[in-house]
């Protein structure tokens, strides 16, 4: 008998490790102290902050342009309900938005405090480029939220004080970096940061300083669609094989910013984070606020001819484009339409392209329906101040900034409700100002075949210069 | 008469003998005889004889004789034990009696004397047991034409639900028995094929394709499907609980033995089978009748089979192979699955004190799949049930039934493209071995050491052309893609590797009879994926080296559990019992700062019936036995997913870390605590039972996957935070309504309640466990609900039926039903039995997101009021998600079937046996839904072998019907 038992152990142990060491199991991970404790640890840490950058950035533009009149969920895919706009704290993509950008905050802390320190081969540089992305979150934070944790689980914080940290982190990351481009995005983001918070001084300031150092200035967000990150707000507005987004009618020319040409995988175009459009736009409104009209036609005339002229354009072909999503099949397909940009405005043309007839072109980083003849006929601050915020809309159509521009806000989202005692009931409510319409009224058109005329429901610039003083929008009045 | 057809009988068989070499027949001490069925005289191939205190056995041949030589004792005692049967013993007196005997044995109808493994270390009688251990004979087993072990199990275990997710091949079912106990881990109970644990995935796996191994993406590849179901014996099933304890942190939900074929003794019986058959698709749910034209058309399917089995005194084996191809119901043979089966096993004495027992079994399995469910662009049934057909491709009016000839032509060879242009292959390797020693060196002890694995390998490889791509999208001329033709290649390999040694001691002192059964088990499982992708590929090519882009994934976990356990039941004349066991385990998935968890069990029983006071009520109650017991049992958590961990990714040229898993040192298994009382009845001599249970379960340290609070950046992480309660009866019945010469007609029924809730979420939010985002439909795990309810908008409506508001996240109502159960019935008469298989469910719900897609594609109005539609149009289809909610009460039949066995007059000597058969699979459904109620998302949103409680029927394919004639001859 014995020889039997002998031989099936001879042959298990033979037959492989397993067999041998069958309580061992190969641990396919890598922990945090393994991590740190390897060379060149910061330099993975910062580019997946780049990375969590991008992945932030999808969350801020694809939802805050659903949430906006920009964009309309024609299909199935991402939020059904940011168009109405209904935003609760229960809503997966309201804790999404929120991780994400606390995401980039959180990694900033640990690559700053832990990871950096133990690294010998972390430069100055790269350190600066870390704070400088933990402060974009925290800009993030402030833009987008009626109020967010200021750490893990800590007590809510106001926008405003946000911004404040965003602004320290940009003013270490100028202290630390040598890199002129770096420097400049800080000081753009700054004066971003001091935008929102209606602290005209500072912001009128570093935008000023930002056109000294780069008129043209622009920090692109790049993406990898080989390796998983690719750019969502491309995905919808073009790679898709279905039509999933459409722009509202009067930005139609503008669409799709992002495209790509071959395998999408390859052609994943970047996402513009600051661009000096940024800072005219401030100079311009904080002109228009201290009712200095001519100075702010100045400032826009100059963005229209120094810049937005510059800027590059596509040709593309967006034939399989015909906005067939399948919750609306009333939108426009060709270039004989008029549009009223609401019910008592005057019929135009010019905004709805013929993708069917070849080619079309479209600016790739900035572009507008506005004309410096247009600017020049404005006779009061409220005429301009409504072409200005078009303008904003039009420059950052596809960017996630629209809906900062309509005072909308994110809640704080549930999940965190749960987990974290300092949200109070307040927080996990989203700011949706009044004048905001509802019923998805924010996106909706009538489109009178016969005449070829597309009016649309509501003109939010005209809303919003009617309701400027409100804290909630146009920061400097 | 009878008596010289037995001589003549042992006459034919011992010259048979004396010419295969066996036949030492002329010893004048020998014991030889034929067991039949006491009512029908039927022989009884393949029970067990013992000669008691002599330490012999054997089994009987294909006519049911025994042959035991030189037997030097005068007065012996044969013990015969046959499944299904009583155990008899009969004292013999070799010198005074012939040496030839005709044992009758009386079926055993409450199974009470069977001789049960499950749960038991070696094996045990059910009569000892205070649990109860379903088992399925071969018989019952064989009369099934299924392939799949669950499809097998469907409607047979009186509380075992088994449902299949799509009509696919390969699809995934949702198994379950009492409840759900876990929010995390699959219901699907585990697998052992003699004694090795097996892969039982019934999820999709961590990377895979689109038609099968998304999530979202419908019907799911399951590794039950390919489980080998050649040459079984007997399938045990045994519930979470007391029963499972000896299998640890690994049995909260059941387990399922399988036991093969080892091989009979006497000459070589060699059996051969053909089916034939018709496989249609069932279309009784569709709401287009063109559906059925569009997409399916009848198909052919066929299996021919080979078994040999035979043996020796000392040596039995068993060989079974099989092909199985089967057309599919698809159109373009979309569905086809070709099917290979291979199963070898034997025993052989090693001496007088040792056994050794091996089985091989082998499995290949290749099909074709379609897109269904959430698959996107072209997808089969959302394009016509969904009314997607509006903008997909160039469009069409999506009122299907309405289109004129001509639009339905051109609509129809749109379709007959697509599906033809769609290339999704599965392919599966299984190979399994059991290698077993039965040692008995001592009297009354038997050791048993048994090494196996399980080794499967599936490859899915799915071909989108550019071709397909420009068809499907109706690209204009001129506009078509040339680029992004692609190829996706998923593999998986799952290794898996048991080995056990097992010791049981039989003591007899008095009354009291002591079964002592120790010893130590360790599995281990490795499940290596890799995912290998081309794209930009020129159309015709057939594998990735071409692509100008080429990415890969590859995931790898690996666990091994390790423990101990003793099991003491102790009996008192016969009929008081009394049991307690531990198992102590250890897991390489548990936290760094969790040890050795141990599972312990205690029961006790009662034959009530064997006191001498009941004799008097035997005539009208002819069993009586009552028991308890409390067990604990476990399911173990994720590999790995204990560990604080960095993630890594490739980002533009460059590593890019981030956070990987948070950790969580404390991570261990949940534990399901089980009380269970329960009645075994009898009555009208045995013609009648009844078995009655009540039990309650209670998860402790429930693992939930904890979504993190979002301001610490983290990700989401295991956690043993919940508790989950189920409680139900589970009541069983089985009449033997006519029981003569001619005649046997059983009817069975089983009744299962089932209240289930998790009590505590451990302050976590709700989360999805198969569903898509919150605003659509989602199955959820809250407090205070059951698992997997149905979450979505809740529509008000005013009088006129416009919609006044909606209810975000509202309660739609439980995925599980609170009644289910199964019905059978089994008629013979002489040779001819014909018998059927249904179950039930009520008081579950499900969403059908093909009518809600229908009312926003303005395919049909679903019953929304005509007032809203006037108001809102369509916009708010997705705030009244409730309108689309249904509940699924049904009685599905699963088979009806006939089987007539030829007499031995009509077959002549060439022929053992011949019986031919017919059966139809799923010929009839009574349903409350207006869709099929068991169709669903596979689910498992949570992770693989993730929870998953079905509940969304969105585009997934019903299974078909089938209609079988089967020819079996052995010789």
Known sequence: MKKYIYSIALAASLSGCSFLNPTEVTNPNVTDEVFVDNPNAAASWLNGMRRQLALTLNQTVVLGELTSDNYYNNRTQSSKVFDIPQIISTDVDVNTLQATVQKLREMGYFGIETVAPKDAATTDDMLAEMYFLRGIASMFCGEYFVGLPGSALSEIMHPEQHLHLAIADFEKAMSLSDDVSQKTA????????????????????????????????????????????????????????????????????LDPKYYSIGNPDQDQKPVALLKAEEAYFILAEAALADNQLEKAKTQLKNLLQEVIAQRPTASIDDSKETRSGGNRTDYPLTDDYWLKTNPDAPARTGFILDRQKGNVTIPVVSGTSVTAVEIDAATTVDELLETLYLMRQEVFLAEGRRVIDLGIKYPVSDIEYRNNSNVQAEHIRAQIPDFIPGNRELDDFTNDVENKQITLTIDMNKVLVENKTNPAVVPFF | ???????????????????????????????????????????????????????????????????????????????????????????????????????????????????????????????????????????????????????LLQSAVPN???????????????????????????????????????????????????????????????????????????????????????????????VIQIFTKKGGEGKAKVTFETQWGVEKANTDFYYFDRTDELFFESGLMQKHRMGINGGSENFGYSLSGSIFHTDGTRIHKQNENTRYDLRSSFRAELGKKATYHSSFGYTSNQFNRVRNGNAGGYTGLWFTEGGASLFTGPGFNNKIDELSQEEFDVMKAYVDKAEALQNFQTNVNRFQTSQSIILKPVKNLTIKALAGV???????????????????????????TTTEGSISNYDRKFLGLTLELTGQYNLQVGDFSFLSTGGGQLFRNEDHQSAYIGTNLRDGAQTISGAANLTSD?????????????????????????????RGDRNSAFGDNIGTQFFPKVGASYVLSDEAFFEGLKEAVSYVKVRANYGVAGNFPTPFAHQRTIAFAGFRNEQAATFGQAGN????????????????????????????????????????????????????????????????????????????????????????????????????????????SPRTIQTVVEEGQPVGYLRGNKGTFSSEGVMTGTEAQANLGTTLPDLFGNLGVDIQFKRLSVFANADYQAGAYAHSFDRQFRFNYQVSNEGIPQAEIDANGRKNWLNFTDRFVEKTDFLKVRIIGANYTFPKTVLGNYFEQVNLGVSVTNPFNFTSSSFDPEVSQSGGSQGQNGAS??????????????????????F
């Open chain 2, 554 to 582: 590859e995931y790898y976990s690996e666990v091994a559990n390790y423990g101990l356990y003793f099991q003491e039941s102790i009996g008192f004349k016969d009929r008081y019992f009394f049991e307690f066991g531990l």
């Open chain 2, 665 to 772: 040192a404390d991570l261990k298994p949940e534990r399901v605590k089980t009380f269970e009382v329960g009645a075994d009845l009898a009555f009208v001599r045995d013609r009648i039972s009844l078995g009655v249970n009540y039990y309650q379960s209670n998860t402790v340290d429930a693992l939930f996957v904890v979504p993190a609070a979002p301001s610490t950046g983290q990700n989401e992480q295991l956690r043993n935070i919940g508790k989950i309660e189920n409680k139900g009866w589970e009541i069983s019945t089985r009449i033997a309504v006519l029981q003569n010469k001619d005649w046997k007609v059983n009817v069975r029924a089983a009744v299962n309640t089932l209240k289930n809730k998790v009590t505590d979420a451990g302050g976590a939010a709700p989360f999805n466990i198969n569903g898509f």
């Open chain 1, 186 to 253: 800080c000081l753009l983001a700054m004066a971003r940061s001091y935008y929102h918070m209606g602290d005209k001084t500072n912001a009128v300031k570093y935008a000023e300083d930002v056109l000294v150092a780069d008129p043209m200035y622009i920090k692109e967000i790049g993406y990898d669609g080989v390796n998983g990150v690719s750019n969502s707000m491309q995905f919808f507005l073009f790679d898709s094989s279905n039509d999933e987004f459409a722009p509202l009618p009067r930005l139609d020319f």
């Open chain 2, 949 to 970: 409680t079905g509940g969304i029927a969105y585009g997934v394919v019903s299974s078909p019907r089938q209609f079988i004639a089967t020819l079996k001859v052995s």
């Open chain 2, 160 to 254: 075992l639900q088994i449902k299949m997710t799509g009509g696919q091949p390969g699809s995934t079912s949702l198994a379950r028995a009492r409840g759900i106990v876990s929010a995390f881990v699959n219901s699907t109970p585990i697998v052992y094929v003699d004694g090795v644990r097996i892969d039982n995935l019934n999820t999709a796996p961590e990377l895979g394709l689109v038609t099968s191994g998304s999530r979202h993406q419908g019907a799911a590849t399951s590794a039950l499907a390919d489980i080998p179901v050649e040459n079984i014996e007997k399938i045990e099933f045994i519930n979470g609980g007391a029963a499972t304890t000896l299998y640890g942190s690994d049995a909260a939900n059941g």
């Open chain 2, 454 to 480: 399980d080794y499967r390998v599936q490859k899915e490889t799915g071909i989108t052309t550019n071709e397909y791509l420009n068809h499907t999208r109706a690209a204009k001329p001129g506009s078509e």
């Open chain 2, 1 to 151: 008469m009878k008596n010289l057809q037995l001589q003549v009988g042992l006459f034919l068989y011992f010259m048979m003998l004396s010419v295969l070499g066996n036949g030492q027949v002329t010893s004048t001490r020998k014991v030889q005889g034929k067991v039949v069925d006491q009512i029908t005289s039927e022989p009884l191939p393949g029970t067990s004889v013992q000669l008691l205190g002599l330490n012999q056995g054997t089994i009987t041949d294909a006519d049911g004789y025994f042959l035991f030589n030189n037997i030097v004792t005068g007065q012996i005692k044969i013990q015969v034990r046959y499944m299904g049967y009583k155990t008899k013993t009969v004292d013999f007196d070799l010198f005074q009696n012939s040496s030839e005997i005709v044992i009758e044995l009386e079926e055993d109808v409450l199974g009470l004397e069977e001789v049960v493994i499950s749960g038991q270390g070696i094996d045990v009688e059910k009569r000892r047991l205070s649990t109860n251990v379903s088992s399925m004979s071969s018989e019952e087993i064989e009369r099934v034409p299924s392939q799949r072990i669950d499809q």
